[in-house]
C-alpha cells in the first residue's frame, strides 16, 4: 500500500460505526420503545474491551449481547460504550470500543450491519488496556430503562438474526485481494 493511498475502506468502516454510536446515543438519551432491541456482538479479546474475567473465559473469542427491555447505565463515548447488565442475576459492567464489534442489529426494523475485520487487523490477544468509563454523551437513567440485558451464545450473529429476507443487513468486508 502507498503512503499516501486513500483509505476509503477505513473512511466506511468508521462511519458505519459512526451508526452504532449514533443509535446507542439515542438509546441511552430516549431509552428503547416499541420492539427496538439491540444485538451487539463484539470480539472479547480487543484493546479496551473491559468486561469480568468470566466472561472473558466464557467467550473467549466473540460475545454477543442483547439490548431488550432492562439495562442500566449506558454510556456511549466517541470511541467506545458502557453498560451494565444482568448475568446470571448478577450486575456486570462492560465496555466496548466500537472498533472491538463485529456485528450490530436492530430487528424490530430488520436492520443489521456486520464489520469483517482483514486479517491482521485484529487486536485480539494483545494485552488488555485499561479503560475507565466512556463519559462523551449523558448516561441513561440510573435506574433501569426499557431495555434488558440477555446473554446470548455467539453462535448467531446480530446480522443473522435479520437476514431472513433482509435487504437492510449491510455486509462490510475490507479484505485485500
Request: glycine letters at 10%; aromatic letters at 8%.
Amino acid at each position: 500500500m502507498a503512503k499516501n493511498e486513500i483509505r476509503y475502506d477505513s473512511m466506511v468502516e468508521e462511519a458505519l460505526r459512526g451508526v452504532v454510536g449514533k443509535a446507542l446515543t439515542h438509546a441511552a438519551k430516549h431509552g428503547l420503545h416499541g420492539d427496538h432491541h439491540f444485538y451487539i456482538t463484539f470480539r472479547t479479546g480487543d484493546v479496551g474491551v473491559d468486561i469480568p474475567a468470566h466472561l472473558r473465559q466464557r467467550y473467549p473469542g466473540e460475545m454477543t449481547i442483547v439490548l431488550q427491555h432492562q439495562f442500566w447505565g449506558l454510556e456511549v463515548g466517541e470511541d467506545k460504550f458502557s453498560v451494565t447488565l444482568t448475568f446470571s442475576d448478577i450486575a456486570e459492567k462492560l465496555t466496548v470500543p466500537y472498533a472491538a464489534v463485529v456485528a450490530f442489529a436492530d430487528p424490530s426494523v430488520r436492520f443489521g450491519l456486520q464489520f469483517d475485520v482483514a486479517e491482521g487487523q485484529s487486536n485480539a490477544g494483545q494485552s488488555q488496556a485499561g479503560t475507565g468509563g466512556a463519559n462523551e454523551t449523558t448516561p441513561a437513567e440510573t435506574a433501569p430503562t426499557e431495555t434488558a440485558p440477555t446473554e446470548t451464545a455467539p453462535a448467531e450473529t446480530p446480522a443473522q438474526a435479520v437476514a431472513d429476507g433482509s435487504e437492510n443487513v449491510v455486509p462490510v468486508d475490507f479484505r485485500r485481494k
